[in-house]
């Protein structure tokens, strides 16, 4: 009975190996090479390599600039339709939690309002241009290039204060008495910075390093950290410093540019195994902060990959125009929106620290509200622009908000339909109560038109391109501010271009906003 199994087998074998498909032909990629065309009027090529497999466009950044940003959309998107780019590895996304997706955002039912919202999103500095092509470009894909572990040590601005107090501490041992009084009578009027830089200028060695500490672009790296900390340890050492009260901070500064280095190995690890699971000879993005830069560009060449490391223009670490202001960014920096108090993402995030924008509640609340605002306000003014006769909810229902429950969760709003009300038939104003599920409450919202505005399908190349870059302009005509003193007012904001809206936690309060 074996035998004969076996003479079957062999038979099965032979005629199976006979009717075996064949193989497709590996792949043969031309060598790499970012075309000028890319970064042309956005950004600029900082460095490449054109040898190896497979490609990866470096994309760094200055997270504080809302312009910088923008000029990378610009560059996502022209990779996206001239490269066939759909993969971005990005930094700040922890391979621990679940993968970034915008399905949630995608599968609302009008493309085009989901677009206009996109990008106020992006112009106020809620997303990056990372999370905006995933929410505008079909199929693009982020994936998460990080470690936990890595990731969450941070650095305290005390600990951060350790450089200038070693600097301080090793330039007195060699002051004189005159450097000495003049510096004392500097701290004596209450000017503390001045005296401090006063003191490290005394000495060329603490001068000359301090100059790393105050230089804005090329933005310092995690490797010139690390060798600045090696450097004040032993010269304190060399001098007999008193650098005790500062001796702790510097070992966690240092503890925070150790971690910064390995992560830039991590997630050049992590993005090199993404590339390689990738058919075809299309690149993919890597979205790092510019300190990282030398470091993946090293770890890349060394894996033998090709690669380019592109900026944008707007690099510097100058609080310039169309930053975010020092307020907001920290707000961000903390995974919170950077809506100043009264506004909807104060209400949303409750000032915690969650995870990665795009994927945290409160954001996706904001994006929800933002789009089913777009979609009443229009039925609204629709409505009355036709004499009035299409009465509230003028025949919308769960679904046209995009809140159905269709796409891959649960909403995080829910839209009272019977409360929608236009309470002044002066104007295109319009009302309705919103239930923010998560939080349990009750908020009411105003929306209204505020200047006739076109609505381009921003389906293309091109016509993406050109809201982008009118984006780019207004922003970098718009100074940087600090956030204006916190007040009990519901705060109107652009919803989308020509639409605001003001959320308040009373029917009476909205109706009082100015919009």
């Not at 900026?311 to 609080?319: D, F, I, R, V, Y």
Request: charged fraction near 20%; include cysteine.
């Amino acid at each position: 009975m074996w035998a004969k199994s076996a003479v079957l087998a062999a038979v099965l074998v032979t005629y199976t190996s006979g009717c075996t498909s064949a193989q497709p032909e590996p792949v043969t990629c031309a060598p790499f090479s970012l075309g000028a065309d890319v970064y042309a009027d956005v950004g600029k090529l900082a460095s490449a390599k054109d040898t190896g497999t497979p490609s990866v466009v470096v994309l760094d950044e200055q997270h504080a600039s809302r312009t910088g940003q923008v000029e990378l959309a610009i560059m996502l998107n022209r990779l996206y339709h001239g490269a066939g780019l759909r993969h971005l590895a990005l930094e700040g996304s922890v391979v621990e939690q679940p993968q970034p997706d915008l399905g949630w955002f995608t599968s609302m039912p009008d493309a085009d309002i989901r677009r206009a919202v996109a990008l106020q999103l992006l112009k106020q500095g809620e997303v990056s241009a990372a999370e905006f092509a995933a929410m505008v470009l079909p199929d693009f894909r982020l994936h998460a290039i990080e470690h936990e572990e890595e990731y969450r040590i941070g650095l305290a601005s005390e600990d951060q204060r350790a450089y200038t107090g070693y600097l301080t501490a090793i330039a007195l041992t060699t002051m004189t008495t005159d450097q000495i009084g003049q510096a004392t009578a500097l701290l004596d009027q209450g000017k503390a910075e001045e005296g401090i830089q006063y003191i490290i200028g005394t000495s060329p060695w603490t001068s000359e390093r301090n100059q790393l500490l105050e230089r804005k672009t090329p933005i310092v790296t995690s490797g010139e950290m690390q060798q600045l900390g090696t450097e004040l340890e032993e010269k304190a050492r060399q001098v007999g410093a008193d650098v005790t009260e500062y001796r702790e901070g510097l070992r966690k500064s240092r503890e925070f540019f150790d971690a910064g280095a390995r992560r830039s190995e991590t997630m050049t690890a992590n993005t090199a195994g993404i590339a390689a699971k990738q058919a075809g000879c299309a690149p993919i993005a890597m979205n790092i902060g510019a300190a990282h830069s030398t470091d993946v560009a090293e770890s890349l060449g060394g894996r033998n990959m090709a690669y380019a490391i592109v900026s944008p223009s707007n690099l510097s670490l100058e609080w310039a125009n169309g930053s975010l202001s020092p307020e907001a960014f920290h707000r961000k920096l903390a995974g919170q929106s950077v809506d100043p108090a009264g506004a909807l993402g104060a209400i949303l995030d409750g000032r915690r620290k969650p995870p990665p924008t795009t994927q945290q509640g409160w954001f996706k609340a904001k994006a929800q509200l933002a789009y089913a605002t777009v979609v009443i306000a229009r039925a609204a003014a629709a409505a009355r622009a036709a004499g009035g006769g299409n009465k509230p909810p003028f025949d919308i229902d769960r679904a046209a908000l995009g809140l159905g429950g269709d796409g891959p969760e649960e909403p995080r709003i829910t839209v009272d339909l019977a409360s929608i009300d236009m309470p002044d038939d002066s104007r295109n104003d319009v009302v309705f109560k919103v239930t923010l599920n998560d939080q349990n409450t009750d908020v009411w919202v105003k929306a209204g038109t505020v200047t006739p505005a076109d609505s381009p399908s921003l389906s293309d190349q091109q016509s993406l391109e050109r809201a982008l870059k009118d984006v780019l302009r207004e922003l970098k005509e718009t100074p940087p501010a600090s956030d204006a003193p916190p007040t009990d007012k519901p705060q109107a904001v652009a919803v989308i271009p020509g639409l605001n809206a003001a959320v308040a936690t009373t029917k009476e309060g909205a109706l009082g906003a100015a919009i």
